[in-house]
């Protein structure tokens, strides 16, 4: 993913949600456009997923709708630095609705200590982005902190070390030897973030909708899977 581009797109997302506080429409139907997350082992191709699914969407987006918009584990910290989140996005939630976040973000981390606070800003930002809907949220254990919406979906996306290897030396520019430490090195920060701040196994397959090999259905294909299941568990959300 192109960070820079992703971001003015992230900025642009929020941008116009905040500044929308007196949109009544905006606000009752938060917590209906689909909001999905991405669980992936490191290289199996979470960043093109999620841009084919948005290239998917954008037929099928009505005029009303926020444009589909991808915040991966990276972007969310930048956007929580750069925008005091989640203050911004609190300014389109009514009190009650804001006040159910704060109540599931401190069920999930309540009583830690203040070295959890941007885990806990992160936990309500991705509450807040999950109502505003039309969103593909990656890692940071969104499918856990999202489990109780209504409206989220959630994707474990896997593939063969061969393959995720070489993905991440694309993407990187690294060579072999430090992609696979990458990658090892990665995987287990991912596995060590679930289990510490959610007491969750990454590898639990009932944490998720579905698990998709990359290796043996292309990203396109993905894509059109994930895309027409999202369609049809939300038709009234979309020009079909």
């Known amino acids: 993913m192109n960070s820079i581009g992703a971001f003015k797109k992230a900025k642009r997302y929020i941008e116009a949600h905040s500044s929308d506080t007196g949109n009544i429409n905006v606000i009752t139907k938060l917590g209906v456009k689909p909001c999905i997350t991405i669980s992936r082992q490191t290289g199996a191709g979470a960043d093109k997923v999620g841009n084919e699914l948005i290239s998917f969407f954008q037929p099928y987006l009505k005029e009303d709708s926020p444009e589909w918009t991808i915040f991966d584990h990276n972007l969310i910290k930048k956007v929580l630095e750069d925008h005091n989140l989640p203050l911004t996005l609190s300014k389109i939630m009514e009190e009650e609705k804001y006040s159910v976040i704060k109540s599931i973000a401190n069920e999930l981390l309540g009583g830690r200590p203040t070295s959890w606070s941007l885990v806990h800003k992160t936990t309500e930002t991705i509450l807040q982005l999950a109502h505003i809907g039309n969103v593909i949220i ?7 902190i999202t489990s109780s919406l209504r409206n989220s979906f959630h ?6 070390l061969e ?8 993407v990187y520019n690294l060579k072999e030897v430090e992609a696979m ?3 090892e090195k990665d995987d287990e920060a991912r596995k060590n973030y679930l289990k510490t701040y959610f007491s969750k196994d990454i590898d639990d397959p009932l944490l998720y909708h579905m698990i998709i090999n990359t290796h043996l259905i292309s990203i396109k294909e993905v894509a059109e899977l994930i895309g027409n299941l999202i ?6 959300e979309f020009n079909i």
């Open 231 to 236: 369609m049809q568990r939300f038709p009234n």
């Open 181 to 183: 430490n990458f990658i």
């Open 138 to 144: 990656v890692g940071r254990g969104a499918n856990i």
């Open 155 to 160: 994707i474990r996306l896997v593939s063969t």
């Open 163 to 170: 393959d995720r290897i070489k993905h991440t030396m694309e």
